[in-house]
């Protein structure tokens, strides 16, 4: 009897031990479904225009153009923005959507792409460098008052549909979209 209670013990050594070295190498070791740690996401860029190749942005392409002029040091522009991320999900393929920055050309690498990152924006992204940015954005609408943030929507055929100066009020933006994306009524087959 005293053989088998030491034939017991030892087994019961050698368990506790194999249990031991499986949960420290389980531990120790990556395991293939470990998660991995996600790829560094790319730096946005962000280019720089002046007023003569903002016109050029203007051009029309053939679907609508959402356009969002912005500044990192613009609150309502900050607050306002993760939904326009959305905003150009929903939409991507459907729209051009693009955004320009009013912030110091100095911030154009640093840090308004490092707010675009943490965004996760992906619509193309421009920086508006000239002497009057006032007449530029007045350019687009005579009754815009120099409130920020300020956005513009453009039918097809590049003609301004529907302006907003302050936050965009969600439902009205997608509303005025689908009005621009929606088949039209009249297309007979």
């Known amino acids: 009897m005293l053989f088998m209670t030491e034939v017991l013990f030892k087994g019961m050594k050698a368990a506790a031990l194999a ?4 949960v420290f190498c389980s531990v120790a070791m990556p395991q293939g479904t470990a998660k991995r740690p996600a790829p560094a996401q790319t730096a946005i860029k962000v280019t720089q225009v002046d007023e003569v190749a903002f016109r050029k942005l203007l051009a029309p392409a053939g679907k609508p153009l959402l356009i969002n002029f912005w500044a990192t040091w ?8 993760p939904e326009l991320v959305e905003l150009d999900k929903e939409y991507k393929g459907k729209i051009s959507f693009i955004t320009i920055s009013l912030d110091d050309p100095a911030d154009i690498s640093t840090t308004v792409p490092k707010f675009l990152s943490s965004m996760k924006a992906e619509m193309p992204a421009y920086l508006l460098k000239t002497a009057d940015e006032s007449a530029v954005i007045s350019s687009i609408s005579k009754s815009w008052s120099g409130g920020m943030p300020f956005t513009a929507l453009y039918n097809a055929k590049g003609e301004l549909s529907y302006f907003r100066e302050g936050k965009v009020v969600m439902a009205t933006m997608r509303e005025e979209l689908n009005k621009l994306v929606a088949p039209s009524a009249t297309a007979q087959p």
């Not at 249990?19 to 499986?22: E, L, N």
């Open 74 to 81: 613009c609150d309502p522009c900050r607050e306002e923005f």
């Open 19 to 22: 249990a031991f070295v499986f």
